[in-house]
């Protein structure tokens, strides 16, 4: 199975920052990387497909890029509504697998 | 609008059965793939199982396979799992997911809880 790693598990921001989110795959995945915001106790949502194609409807602040093992998620200028866990996920290979997530807290 | 409703979720003892089921509406559901995602607290979000448009063709996370089975009636716009042979490991939220090109998730519910205790 293909691990994914993010970091940093947590991290603290403030409103207007600049976030960075990172993930690596224990082998590589090409583009075929997916992003997630979720909030306490709802479902997650998906932002970000096949590493930078922004999903409908989803503020252009995110913005996703990387290739091979290595990705980035990037928050622009961090709007309340954006703190939340975000998780990346491979669709290279099945079993499709997840990163463990990481908390941005204010 | 989109929307999915996960329900079927229970309170069961190990060893149980239980069949959850999703429930599709704003969109075409017999032509999308769909998946089902889980999500425990001590592992996360995992994929568990996978079935095609035509409803002949299922995958399974090893973690699953052989306990559990996917279905789906498209004249009814329903999508089940049929989960088997329960273990505490079991234990977590499951969502049901449009498949969007192919293990991208596209959630539009709340999940429904499934708790395996004794």
């Known amino acids: 199975d293909i691990r994914m790693t993010q970091s940093p598990s947590s991290l603290s921001a403030s409103l207007g920052d600049r976030v960075t989110v990172t993930c690596r795959a224990s082998q590589s995945i090409s583009s075929s990387l997916n992003w997630y915001q979720q909030k306490p106790g709802k479902a997650p949502k998906l932002l970000i497909f096949?590493?930078?194609a922004l999903h409908s409807g989803v503020p252009s602040r995110f913005s996703g890029s990387g290739s091979g093992t290595d990705f980035t998620l990037t928050i622009s200028s961090l709007q309340l509504e954006d703190f939340a866990t975000y998780y990346c996920q491979q669709s290279y290979n099945t079993p499709w697998t997840f990163g463990q997530g990481t908390k941005v807290e204010i | 609008e989109v929307h999915l409703v996960e329900s079927g979720g229970d309170f069961i003892q190990p060893g149980g059965s239980l069949r959850l089921s999703c429930a599709a509406s704003g969109f075409t559901f017999s032509s999308f793939n769909m998946n089902w995602v889980r999500q425990s607290p001590g592992k996360g979000l995992e994929w568990i199982s996978y079935?095609?448009?035509?409803?002949?063709?299922?995958y399974y996370a090893d973690s699953v396979k052989g306990r559990f089975t996917i279905s789906r009636d498209n004249a009814k716009n329903l999508l089940y799992l049929q989960i088997n042979s329960l273990r505490a490991e079991d234990t977590a939220v499951y969502y049901c997911?449009?498949?969007?090109?192919?293990?991208?998730?596209?959630?539009r519910g709340q999940g429904t809880l499934v708790t395996v205790s004794s």
């Open positions: 079935i095609s448009t035509s409803t002949s063709t299922g």
């Open positions: 997911a449009r498949d969007h090109l192919g293990g991208v998730f596209d959630f």
């Open positions: 096949a590493s930078s």
